[in-house]
């Protein structure tokens, strides 16, 4: 059974950190693209970040330059470094596992970003 298992999210005020993590079980990790994903309230999901299985990554104009996804493939863990935080990155974040036809994803964790 493939579960993906994010953690790490919470309440920050603008301009914080947070990191997030999601570690996968029930697949060969290392051959899967990760990417995270978020949702704000009545919007669409849209991509954050994503990392091939070569290390190749991938980021949405709006996070550039303030997040960072990494993966280490020894904890079947992939990472989200979120600096510089805005209002307007609260959302439910999710993570995502993908190769051919095959994706799974997590059950998300909620990023509120507020003073």
């Known amino acids: 059974q493939v579960q993906l298992v994010e953690s790490g999210g919470g309440l920050v005020q603008p301009g914080g950190s947070l990191r997030l993590s999601c570690a996968a079980s029930?697949?060969?990790?290392?051959?899967?693209?990760m990417g995270w994903y978020r949702q704000a309230p009545g919007k669409q999901r849209e991509l954050v970040a994503t990392?091939?299985?070569?290390?190749?990554?991938n980021y949405a104009d709006s996070v550039k330059g303030r997040f960072t996804i990494s993966r280490e493939n020894a904890k079947n863990t992939v990472y989200l470094q979120m600096n510089s935080l805005k209002p307007e990155d609260t959302a439910a974040y999710y993570c995502?596992?993908?190769?051919?036809?095959?994706?799974?994803w997590g059950q998300g964790t909620q990023v509120t970003v507020s003073s």
């Open positions: 995502h596992a993908h190769r051919a036809t095959l994706e799974y």
């Open positions: 029930g697949i060969i990790f290392s051959i899967y693209a």
């Open positions: 990392i091939t299985n070569s290390g190749s990554t």
